[in-house]
């Protein structure tokens, strides 16, 4: 049979490479800044500019290393293992170059409108929708560009690798279009589709689901190929393969509700979760013991060889955090966990020891391929690797330990039946474990910057390969499979039909929980008192979101006894039928903030937000001058009734026009009550907005209790 | 044993099903579960001790160890199985005790349940992995001469079957795949991975049933009340023994570390509204003569137990303790006529106290101030 020649093109991984690092490095000094803020609010800088407060930094750093860091991590992988794995060349270098250029522009996009306060308001998909729409058509060709390399490949079947490439992409495209549903408002501003207890379940399934195919399943794909590679061994079992994969897939997009146990999620939804999300723990152990099995036989070579000792250790930290998963979704250790810095913990032994050190171990191993050398120093690698492992427990432990402490204190009743710590007590005693954590975070980054001047002078000593030279037999168009070859091997001659079949799997489990929250009435009971938030209401709402208020606050009081005492009546369903999108948050650094209207006097929000430790003494709170001086934009108001009145938030038509009127009636009233407290303030200030916001919150519910005890 | 875990199980079931009406029909599954177990336990640690005679005997010649090693065995085994129906005894027996809150009781039960049937699912484990190492340890000698129909071959074979190909043979289970040279083994699923799968599917399929369908266990909402029902009870027996009872009926002047403890509580909670030197910020000033909701401290202990929220004043009942209130009430009186530079304008009515030295007995007189009404 002739041989064709081709050529395994180098730049684009190098490009990806050198984007990965660069971002990854970004991300972490972010997030080491973020961590660093909450022990030292003075951090926040927010005396000086809006825009470095914690709200805001946060999501950047969350952004930055999932789909910067781990993101450029993936599509250095695919474009170096996909054409060697199938025996071509990329289908097109200039797709490859659209996609490269067009992820950077993205990331650039998201650190700069994030930081501008131009959020959607929804964890890990917080980009606007001009965004969006950008990922979407990049992911388009990124896929183009696999798909046209699959067909073209001259290897008949597809490796494993391939398979999770595959089922990864289009899982991410699904949860990207449907998560990302919202109406624009203007180019910068748009309200989720959905609502409440609807947005909540859509989001988390998103969520829970991007730490699924786009943490997990690439990242096990880039697995199946640097591993092996790398020691030299074959992967342990093919059968293993094939059934980890498919249950993988099939099981973790139900997985969703348990980030909304003992929430208002129906309960069903929430049993579901946690079902599912038990089932998930072999099936996410298939990968990790198909990788360490694969080592067999060259536990020598794991000692001398840094490479190996990273991949070891990221698939340890993978197998242990797809043990602790589960367990967090079942109800009772949820309700330790949620909201606590134990969730912290645990995505950090993910996102450090699974994403992180797999992506070093592939950089240590591939540069010097893409450089024709060695390694510059294996024993620099040896210290990286120890740093890691270091930085790593040196943030989890401190994480693991503020979370007990958290959940002891919070659910301490003194026996006459009060609680017995303010919430502030809580702050104070947790403040130690953020710097240990955050000082974790530095040593873990010194690491990072260790191998990139490793990897640097590995590229200086080497000469750059751009190409390099390949033969194989084109594939015959007829295919006769051998007699008794395993039925599974069909499915990895049919690229099509394997994107076909991980649809259908992965759409299974949304299609089953989403579609009757949104159909069933009873799901979420309606409150007749629970009415739409007036002009002033909805944009201090936006500026709630556009400061990034959910990262540190939930609006989400669980049926706990502690939790009642603490904050007010347990959240209904019902309430949060307006709320486009909702705010529960997912962790709380400060208290909760669902009953929060009428707790305290106008004053006392002004005074706090103005510098948080005069009302409350150590908290931790950026303070948000700028909210004082700026003035409210009321020019939008018109399009954002209008807006929320097309997804079916019941404004009386033509209300939009008049809103700005109740608008300032209602902002004068607030300005008036300020003044009996000797605060004088323009009633035009944001700072209006965001006391009425607050004011009104969880208020709809405590007019009925009121009636409801007058009538008896 | 397995009667009266059954009778056991059968007493903690009816009252509950009476008093609350409903089916505790999850457990009865768990039940059966660990009932059913019962089986393949039995028919494997038989298994067992058959291999270890076979192993054993063939080995051991003095003739009292013969008779010695297999009673050792039933003896281990004998005992390990009245442990698990022990256990599932007592468990069903001690959630009679919680019968009064139903939440406990399914929780408890279920546990407990739950446990058991851990256990014999681990002494199944146990007792499959000794009898197939057991009789790895037959010679091949031995084996090959009685292969043709002996169940242990048959054993044999699939234990073998189910472990790590030594490198040497790996070629025996090499896929023949290269990808770029990455070659495939086909090693077998290890069984422990197998059997754990399906223990969670069951498991899975459990709690979705038990929640959702058979709804034995408690929805968050039964479980927020039970707690709550809980804490009630707890407060009331701790009311009736406490000496600190303490209530604006009864409130009284107190002097030194209550003072000292009531500084403590001002300037970590009311300071915020009130100023450190109580001179008023957001809240009213403390210091002067005049008060909004009354200046005795019967008055200033209600303020802050109920507080007047409509006023931005809000309650501390549920965060503070009678005495810490009382404490902290005592040390507002003692602000009084301090001073402090810049304070907030006088707010509410002029209040004059009569007789400074008991508070409690005193009569207390509120005067409309002309001033401010004027």
Known sequence: MELEKFYYDNKLPKMFAIATITWGTVGMLLGVIAAFQLAFPALNFSQYLPNLSFGRLRPVHTNAVIFAFVGNGIFTAVYYSLPRLLKTSMWSKKLGQIHFWGWQTIIVLAAVTLLSGITTGKEYAELEWPIDILITLIWVVFGLNMFGTILTRRERHLYVAIWFYIASWVTVAMLHIVNSMELPVSLFKSYSWYAGVQDALVQWWYGHNAVAFFLTTPYLGLMYYFLPKAVDRPVYSYRLSIIHFWSLIFIYIWAGPHHLLYTALPEWAQSLGTAFSIMLILPSWGGMLNGLFTLRGAWDKVREDPVLKFFVVAVTAYGMATFEGPMLSLKNVNAISHYSDWTIAHVHVGALGWNGFLTFGMMYWLIPKLFNTKLYSRKMAGTHFWIGTLGIIMYAIPMYWSAFRTYFMMKAFTPEGQLQYQFIDVVQTIVPFYVLRAIGGTIYLTGVILMIYNLWKTAKAGSFVAQEAAEAPALERKYAAPKGSFWHSVIERKPILLLILSLVLVSLGGLFELIPTFLVKSNIPTIASVK???????????????????????????????????????????????????????????PDLAREGGKYPNSWHFNHMYEPTSMSPGSIMPSYPFMFENDLDISTTNSKIHAMRKMGVPYPNGYEAIANDDLKIQADSITANLKNDKINIPSSREIIALIAYLQRLGTDIKVTTATTTTIK | ????????????????????????????????????????????????????????????????????????????????????????????????????????????????????????????????????????????????????????????????????????????????????????????????????????????????????????????????????????????????????????????????????EGKKTFQTICAACHRVDGGGQVGPNLTDDYWIHGGALKDLFKTIKYGYPEKGMISWKEQLSPAQMAQAANYILTLHGTNPPNPKEKQGTLYVAEAASSDTTSTTKMKTDTLIKK
């Open chain 1, 532 to 590: 739409p938030y007036t002009p002033l209401e909805l944009q201090g709402r936006d500026i709630y979101i556009r400061e990034g208020c959910y990262n540190c606050h939930s609006q989400m009081i669980r049926p706990f006894r502690y939790e009642v005492t603490r904050y007010g009546e347990y959240s209904k369903a019902g309430e949060f039928v307006y709320d486009h999108p909702f705010q529960w948050g997912s962790k709380r650094t400060g």
């Open chain 2, 1 to 260: 044993m397995l009667l009266i875990s059954c009778v056991a199980y059968g007493q903690a079931d009816v009252p509950a099903k009476v008093s609350k009406g409903i089916v505790i029909d999850a457990n009865m599954l768990l039940v059966i579960i660990a009932v059913l177990l019962l089986i393949p336990l039995r028919i494997l640690s038989k298994t067992f001790i058959a291999a270890a005679k076979r192993h054993y005997l063939d080995n051991i010649n003095s003739g009292p160890l013969k008779v010695l090693v297999p009673l050792c065995f039933v003896l281990i085994n004998t005992s390990l199985w009245a442990q698990s129906t022990t256990a599932q005894a007592t468990s069903a027996v001690q959630t009679t005790g919680n019968a009064q809150s139903w939440g406990l009781l399914t929780n408890t039960m279920t546990i407990m349940l739950l446990s058991v049937i851990g256990i014999e699912l681990l002494l199944i484990i146990v007792f499959a992995v000794r009898t197939m190492d057991l009789i790895q340890k037959k010679s091949a000698k031995e084996l090959s001469e009685d292969a043709s129909h002996d169940i242990f071959s048959w054993f044999k074979e699939k234990w073998t079957a189910m472990n790590f190909k030594p490198i040497e043979e790996e070629y025996k289970i090499d896929t023949g795949h290269s990808y770029d040279g990455i070659r495939e083994l086909d090693n077998i699923i290890p069984p422990w991975f197998t059997t754990a799968f399906i223990i969670t599917i069951i498991f899975g399929i459990g709690y979705f049933y038990r929640y959702q369908i058979a709804k034995s266990g408690p929805s968050q909402i039964q479980e927020y009340k039970s707690a709550v029902a809980l804490a009630e009870i707890q407060h009331d027996e701790y009311l009736k023994t406490a000496a600190n009872a303490i209530d604006e009926s009864n409130v009284k002047i107190m002097t030194g570390a209550d003072l000292e």
